[in-house]
């Protein structure tokens, strides 16, 4: 017993010296210098050019708003950490963000599996968390119901997605038999792959076959032979833009000329390498936003005259959400975690250069327009905007 109480007071001296002196350093890397953004990004491994774009947009936005006299009269400094597109990665590079960088709010990650990772930091610590393109519907309200109150976006969610590509599938192509090929062990695949199969059946359709495979595979052939075998009008890839690639490469050596159909995952300037661009004839895929629309042209005007190259959704997603974070930090007039966060959840009609955003007080989540991009030798055409 008594050890026990030596144990609690000793215990509770080194919490109040960590507070006295976490405190301290919070306080003056917070109040003085530059305002400290984090990032929690796919910077290497498997969706390596999702984290490359979020960067390169969120560094032009930092560096505009800089070059502007920054926010509240001070510079922002972009504090990266790379998780390598792993969650677990991304736990750590979040932490290190919060808890060694003390930033004040964190931008990140890109996918829903990465971003669900980061979560519980962001909340624990109170830092305000905004993942520009993670589109599953549990990374702002869980599977209870109950909403995870630091964490935002600034894209549509996978429910609208899979919709937006079951309707496409049953009154564009006008097709209803579709095969279904998910990652397993992604959240936004399964989530996505849920939500289409859904909404084919409900509109009259069959799913002829589903499959799996894992993040990382090479050799697709035994599963898509047994696609194959289910006769399907249209093959549906909810998955990333590495894996996706080999897919429709080796399923169109295996004679599937079929539609490919996917989600927001395949954009990625390396799907025509990995696939081949004749390939990729006859696929489609759900979208963000268009290059050439009005509110879009701009940034992708500034994005090229910077990087010599086009911004794909990834990046434009980024811009959008770094810019929702510097109104937020505008409105709030101050750095202070909490202030942020109700700016942020009180965000109406920002002008997004992929849509206007407004965030839902109870669930974070914005309602936007999708576009169908179809692959016309190796380059993205535009179908067609769906909206909500
Ligand atoms: N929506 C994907 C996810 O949640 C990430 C992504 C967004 C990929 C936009 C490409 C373009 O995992």
Known sequence: MKKNKGKVLLGIAVLMLGLVSGCGSTTASKDSGNIKIGGDLELSGNVATFGQS???AVNLAFEDQNKKGGVLGKQIQFITADNKSDAGES?????KLITQDNVVAVLGAVTSSNTKAAVPVATDNKIPLITPTA???EVTVNKDGSLNSWVFRSCFLDPFQGKVAANFVLNTL???NAAVFIDQKDDYSKGLAAEFSKDIKAGGGTITDTENYVGGDKDFKATLTRIKASNP????VPGYYNEVGLIVKQGRELGITVPFVGGDGWDSAKLPELAGAANLNNTYFVNHMWADDPATKPFVEAYKAKYNTEPDALAALGYDAAEML???IK???STNAEKIRTALENTKDFKGVTGVISVDPKTHNPVKSAVIIKMVDGKKT????VNP
Do not use: E, M, Q, R
């Open 54 to 56: 979020v960067l390169n």
């Open 91 to 95: 736990t750590s590079a979040i932490t």
């Open 135 to 137: 589109t599953n519907a």
């Open 174 to 176: 006008k097709v209803k």
């Open 233 to 236: 009008d249209v093959v549906f």
């Open 326 to 328: 510097i109104s937020a």
């Open 331 to 333: 409105t709030a007039g």
């Open 382 to 385: 535009l179908l067609t905007h």
